[in-house]
């Protein structure tokens, strides 16, 4: 039996279905600048440059899915996107479903916009997503070049934590 890694050992222990450690990129965006039709061009382009976003986990693998729809809501003011954004923010991520999901958000009221992205934490962290909606964004202002296809990847094995939880917080100690 190997040991898990430091990093797949947190990520083993800190993630849970009542908490998982995914987490909600907010960006405000030009209402007018960013369109559903650019966002969703931008989104499988992002998906094909950095695959392991566009896959799901079944089982223990793997497995290419491609872009989920993206969220088009329009809502009356600055308020009520914030409660929309809230929304996404406690959404939770099946990583058998999906990887991301997104939800561009308009207010009415102060012609502002802002896009939700929630994302799993298998196959991003901060530094990866603020890469994949610069991309995405580059995309749909027609600032950089659509990834047509998908970049080969030998996605790793994915790896199984043998819980030890019933022996105490520090099982996992290294001893």
């Known amino acids: 039996m190997s040991r898990l890694s430091t990093l797949d050992l947190l990520s083993a222990k800190l993630h849970t279905a009542l908490q998982p450690i995914d987490f909600t990129a907010i960006t405000e965006v030009n209402p007018e600048g960013v369109q559903i039709e650019g966002l969703r061009a931008g989104m499988t382009s992002a998906m094909n440059r950095y695959p392991a976003t566009g896959s799901v986990v079944m089982g223990d693998m793997w497995v290419w899915q491609g872009p989920p729809d993206i969220v088009e809501v329009q809502v009356a003011d600055d308020n009520a996107a914030m409660s929309r954004i809230q929304k996404t923010i406690n959404c939770r991520l099946d990583a058998s479903q999906d990887m991301i999901s ?3 958000i308009r207010s009415k009221g102060s012609l502002r916009a802002w896009i939700a992205t929630r994302c799993h934490h298998a196959c991003m962290d901060g530094i990866g997503a603020d ?3 610069n991309h995405q964004l580059r995309v ?3 600032e950089e070049k659509l990834v047509h296809n998908r970049h080969s990847v030998e996605l790793l094995e994915l790896k199984k934590a043998v819980s030890n939880s019933s022996k105490g917080p520090s099982a996992h100690a290294g001893r």
């Open 140 to 142: 749909a202002t027609g």
């Open 102 to 104: 997104q939800v561009l």
């Open 131 to 133: 890469l994949w909606l």
